[in-house]
T-cell receptor, first 112, second 109 residues
């Protein structure tokens, strides 16, 4: 398996634009996590899914953020409209049950 | 106070030294993870443990559930061990991770 695949690896966008981050989890994993990493706050959980169903979205900062998992092999994290304070590295991870999670390479988002 | 506290925040060592990174947590957990993040950003899971001790090559991780404390040890450190090491815990009843701030390790040749 190629591991968790995230795209794009880098994204630069202007404030106010919509941004969509994509994730393909490891095949067979039933949990998918979205994390955000910033210098100020470190790694934070945004939302996680179990069997494509959102379980905990308490980490989603505000209504500008939304995440979907339409099937077991794909998830998106959307920010609309984007703001400079959303600049961060966004990681997707997946796991089988409560076993260790495998991380994607991350998407570095810069909002100017 | 953060749920997960790591120390030290930064650590510089000479090649060959024995290194210890500490993690304390304040919640009941089902498992504790040690992660490694290299420059360039990729995150790799080193250990997941819920009791006792695990060893992988030069890396050893221990956990004391009663004291809510874990340590990551690196024996015979090498410059390629230079990275940020992150402690993360999974609370009982949840499957999400809460993270420490990380320890930035630099091993000089």
């Amino acid at each position: 398996d190629a591991g968790v695949i995230q795209s794009p690896r880098h994204e630069v966008t202007e404030m106010g634009q919509e941004v969509t981050l994509r994730c393909k989890p490891i095949s067979g994993h039933d949990y998918l996590f979205w994390y955000r990493q910033t210098m100020m706050r470190g790694l934070e959980l945004l939302i996680y899914f179990n069997n494509n169903v959102p379980i905990d979205d308490s980490g989603m900062p505000e209504d500008r953020f939304s995440a979907k998992m339409p099937n077991a092999s794909f998830s998106t994290l959307k920010i609309q409209p984007s703001e400079p304070r959303d600049s961060a590295v966004y990681f997707c991870a997946s796991s089988f049950g409560h076993a260790e999670a495998f991380f994607g390479q991350g998407t570095r988002l810069t909002v100017v | 106070k953060n749920e997960v506290e790591q120390s030290p925040q930064n650590l510089t060592a000479q090649e060959g030294e024995f290194i210890t990174i500490n993690c304390s947590y304040s919640v009941g957990i089902s498992a504790l993870h040690w992660l490694q993040q290299h420059p360039g950003g990729g995150i790799v899971s080193l250990f997941m443990l819920s009791s006792g001790k695990k060893k992988h090559g030069r890396l050893i991780a221990t956990i004391n559930i009663q004291e809510k404390h874990s340590s990551l040890h690196i024996t015979a450190s090498h410059p390629r061990d230079s990275a940020v090491y992150i402690c993360a815990v999974k609370s009982k009843g949840n499957n999400d991770m809460r993270f420490g701030a990380g320890t930035r390790l630099t091993v000089k040749p």
